[in-house]
């Protein structure tokens, strides 16, 4: 463990940014997104979560994979991302969906060659939650508190005047050591000043819970919720596009005479077309069947698969959804149900 002082935070960040790309929360039109800066002077410091997350910088909204020429002689040039990145100010439930997506495009048979050349090319420094969002966040729902560090290469502990700087990861060592070379081992300190962190910090109560939901949920896929609930979805898409954890893509050719693209972009469960066959037939033509499967994938499926939720409980659904179908009120809904039937 380490400290650092918070006056010195920017004077660190503007080490990050001369070493690497630096990537962490800006204002912009009045909310808090993530964006590449050149130095410390211009991230914003004060605020709950970026309203996008962060998986746009592993898994950007359109990507060219690669170029093709299709004649006279077909070739193909793979594009591969190069930049070293630093990626300042990620909450624990950022942290924990990108390893949950760690395990979707890196964890199976099949390595997802684009999510692992960024990840592999970026430094994580957490920043652990003073504030965090009592009317939205949830995080606690699983198992992840404003101050887990898991997925982190670097965590930051805010307390008072001072940051303890806890180090996780060899690239984490290497960054703090390029970054913050006269801090030495603050042994001791960094410890107390992490302690003070967890004393402090805003429990966030248990709103929302889960429980056994999602095994109760194996016979629950023709259940009446489902049509009732997405009489309220307008299909928008929000919902997917800024969840954390929400990852179903397109795969698209554009070409023109002597030049191609092969493109990857993000698409949602929740558009009508999403599964539209050539000949067709839509396996799920209402708003019902789209609804249930964004539902059934994140509190049941996934588990079956994977072992584990596939939210983190971030709370963007909550404060974004126009119409209040966010996964929050969907659990309660669910239990609810439950507890009457
Ligand atoms: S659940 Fe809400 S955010 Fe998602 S598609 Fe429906 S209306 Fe849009
Ligand atoms: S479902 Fe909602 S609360 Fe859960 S990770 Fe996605 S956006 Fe966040």
Redesign the pocket.
Known sequence: MRCLERKDLRAFLDKLASTASLVAPVREDGVVVFRPVPSGEQVELDYVNPVRSAKEFFFPQTEVMFRFLPSPMASITPVEPDRQIVLFGIRPCDLAALSLLDEVFLGGDYRDAYWGRRRELTTLVGLACERPDESSCFCTAFGITPGTAEGADVMLYPAGDWLGVEVLTPKGQALVDGALPGAGEAGEAGERVKQEYLNRAVPLGERVRPGELSKELDDRFDDPYWEEASR?????????YLCPTCHCFLVTDVAKRDDGVRLRCWD?C?FKDFLLMAGGHNPRPTRKER?RQ?FLHKLNYFVHRYGRYLCTGCGR?VQ????G??MATVIADLRGVTQHA
Do not use: A, E, K
Request: net charge positive.
């Open positions: 309220r979805c307008l299909g928008c898409g929000i919902c997917t949602s929740q609804t964004r659904c974004h959804c126009p119409v179908l966010d």
